[in-house]
T-cell receptor, first 111, second 113 residues
Framework: LAKTTQPISMDSYEGQEVNITCSHN???????ITWYQQFPSQGPRFIIQGYKTKVTNEVASLFIPADRKSSTLSLPRVSLSDTAVYYCLVGDVTGGFKTIFGAGTRLFVKA | EAQVTQNPRYLITVTGKKLTVTCSQN?????MSWYRQDPGLGLRQIYYSMNVEVTDKGDVPEGYKVSRKEKRNFPLILESPSPNQTSLYFCASTLQGSTDTQYFGPGTRLTVL
């Protein structure tokens, strides 16, 4: 399983765009990149998943460069309610269900 | 409503007293997993199951047991709890392994005195 590295914490202000980068240098060909959001004392919640280039949904965008050794989660115009921990995961279906979450990035959005 | 449920939500117990935390999902998912979360350490996988009667160790399996006798249930068993197992525990399920969306339960906060 590919290990991931993220910044421990980030601060932002309401209305700004936030970009959180995850490094996964040992990503394998079959690996997908998935991001989760977790609020205090709640289980993580799926945000977005991608394999390459760019993926966008109603919540976020995910940018993956050609070498796939990193990925960037982009949250447009954050609000106070986006304050949470964000986890980047790398995994593939052939690896079964073994999952490594890592410590995540704590995003704090200020008014 | 599609969901993962865990019981109990909160538990205070004493060292050595066997306990079971139940997990149940109603989405007919093949895969289920248990995680523990400790401050500054993120989520660490304890055990996972890819199907009925198929389980495997995650990163921190010591001191825990699991069973998967039916698809919807995946209980976590602590035969002899110790204080270092005080933690927040999450159960999750997914249809098709780690590339699929994992659905998490609400968590069980366990304190072992």
């Amino acid at each position: 399983l590919a290990k991931t590295t993220q910044p421990i914490s980030m601060d932002s202000y309401e209305g700004q765009e936030v970009n959180i980068t995850c490094s996964h240098n040992n990503i394998a060909t079959n690996d997908y990149i998935t991001w989760y959001q977790q609020f205090p004392s709640q289980g993580p919640r799926f945000i977005i998943q991608g394999y390459k280039t760019k993926v966008t949904n109603e919540v976020a965008s995910l940018f993956i460069p050609a070498d796939r050794k990193s990925s960037t989660l982009s949250l447009p115009r954050v609000s106070l309610s986006d304050t949470a921990v964000y986890y980047c995961l790398v995994g593939d279906v052939t690896g079964g269900f073994k999952t490594i979450f890592g410590a995540g990035t704590r995003l704090f959005v200020k008014a | 409503e599609a969901q993962v449920t865990q019981n109990p939500r909160y538990l205070i117990t004493v060292t050595g007293k066997k306990l079971t935390v139940t997990c149940s999902q109603n989405m007919n998912h093949e895969y289920m997993s248990w995680y523990r979360q400790d401050p500054g350490l993120g989520l660490r996988q304890i055990y996972y199951s890819m199907n009925v009667e198929v389980t495997d160790k995650g990163d921190v399996p010591e001191g825990y047991k699991v069973s998967r006798k039916e698809k919807r249930n995946f209980p976590l068993i602590l035969e002899s709890p110790s204080p270092n197992q005080t933690s927040l525990y999450f159960c999750a399920s997914t249809l098709q392994g780690s590339t699929d969306t994992q659905y998490f339960g609400p968590g069980t906060r366990l304190t072992v005195l």
